[in-house]
C-alpha cells in the first residue's frame, strides 16, 4: 500500500470556504442520525473527532449533547465556534491531535466522520488505544471512512469490513458495519463505510 499525500490541514481552512471541501455536509449525516435513532442515543457527552465545518458538532449539540469537538486546524476550529455561537449554542471545540491528545475525560459517544481514514497505517493502532481510553466501557465509537468499493488510491484510504474489525479487535466489538456513502460535495458520492463499535 503506498502512502498517501494530505493536505497541510490547517493552511487548507485558510485558504478554502469550508462549503466547497468534499466532505462538507451542512446537515447531520443520516448514518449519524439512523444510528442515534436505533440506538436510542440522545443525551450524554460526545466527542467530535476531526470536526473540521463544525456542522456534525453543531447538530449533536441541537440534539441534546454535551459536545466536545476537536481538530488539527485552528483556523478550523475558530471558524466552527463562531458558527455555534451565532446559533446560542454551548459547543466545546478544541485544537487537539488524535495521536498526541490533550483531552483528559471519557465520553458516552464518540464520533469519527472522516479522521481515521486519513491516518498513516503505522499510527491505526495508537489510534485505537487514545480513542478506547477516551470512551466509557460498553459505549460506541461511530466510525465513517471511504470503503474498499470506493474506486482510485486519491485522498483518504480505504477499508473493507474485515479490516475494520481487525485493527479495532484488541479494545473494540465490530457492532455493525454497513455499506454506505460519504455525504458532502463530491458528485458522484465516495463509497464508504459506517461503522458502529462498541468499546469491550
Given at each position: 500500500?503506498?502512502?498517501?499525500?494530505?493536505?497541510?490541514?490547517?493552511?487548507?481552512?485558510?485558504e478554502?470556504?469550508?462549503?466547497?471541501?468534499?466532505?462538507f455536509?451542512?446537515?447531520?449525516?443520516?448514518?449519524?442520525e439512523?444510528?442515534l435513532?436505533t440506538?436510542?442515543?440522545?443525551?450524554?457527552?460526545?466527542?467530535?473527532?476531526?470536526?473540521?465545518p463544525?456542522?456534525?458538532?453543531?447538530?449533536?449539540a441541537?440534539?441534546?449533547?454535551?459536545?466536545?469537538?476537536?481538530?488539527?486546524?485552528?483556523?478550523?476550529?475558530?471558524q466552527?465556534?463562531a458558527?455555534?455561537?451565532?446559533k446560542?449554542?454551548e459547543?466545546?471545540?478544541?485544537?487537539d491531535?488524535?495521536?498526541n491528545?490533550h483531552?483528559?475525560?471519557?465520553?458516552?459517544?464518540i464520533?469519527?466522520?472522516?479522521c481515521?481514514?486519513?491516518?498513516?497505517?503505522e499510527?491505526?493502532?495508537d489510534?485505537?488505544q487514545?480513542?478506547?481510553?477516551?470512551?466509557k466501557?460498553?459505549?460506541?465509537?461511530?466510525?465513517?471512512?471511504?470503503?474498499n468499493?470506493?474506486?482510485?488510491?486519491q485522498?483518504?484510504?480505504?477499508?473493507?469490513?474485515?479490516?475494520?474489525?481487525?485493527?479495532?479487535?484488541?479494545?473494540?466489538?465490530?457492532r455493525?458495519?454497513?455499506?454506505?456513502?460519504?455525504?458532502?460535495?463530491?458528485?458522484?458520492l465516495?463509497?464508504?463505510?459506517?461503522?458502529?463499535?462498541?468499546?469491550?
Amino acid at each position: 500500500m503506498t502512502a498517501r499525500e494530505f493536505p497541510n490541514w490547517e493552511a487548507l481552512y485558510q485558504e478554502k470556504s469550508v462549503e466547497t471541501m468534499p466532505w462538507f455536509n451542512p446537515d447531520l449525516d443520516p448514518d449519524v442520525e439512523e444510528a442515534l435513532l436505533t440506538h436510542d442515543l440522545n443525551s450524554g457527552t460526545l466527542l467530535d473527532l476531526g470536526t473540521g465545518p463544525g456542522t456534525q458538532a453543531i447538530a449533536l449539540a441541537e440534539r441534546g449533547f454535551q459536545v466536545i469537538a476537536t481538530d488539527l486546524s485552528e483556523t478550523a476550529i475558530r471558524q466552527a465556534a463562531a458558527k455555534a455561537k451565532e446559533k446560542g449554542l454551548e459547543v466545546s471545540f478544541r485544537q487537539d491531535d488524535i495521536l498526541n491528545s490533550h483531552l483528559d475525560r471519557s465520553f458516552d459517544l464518540i464520533l469519527d466522520r472522516g479522521c481515521f481514514h486519513v491516518l498513516p497505517p503505522e499510527s491505526r493502532g495508537d489510534y485505537v488505544q487514545t480513542v478506547a481510553n477516551l470512551l466509557k466501557p460498553k459505549k460506541y465509537l461511530l466510525l465513517k471512512c471511504f470503503s474498499n468499493q470506493q474506486p482510485g488510491e486519491q485522498g483518504p484510504y480505504r477499508f473493507t469490513p474485515e479490516e475494520i474489525g481487525q485493527i479495532f479487535i484488541e479494545r473494540f466489538h465490530l457492532r455493525s458495519v454497513a455499506e454506505t456513502v460519504y455525504h458532502g460535495t463530491l458528485n458522484p458520492l465516495p463509497k464508504a463505510l459506517f461503522c458502529i463499535l462498541e468499546k469491550q
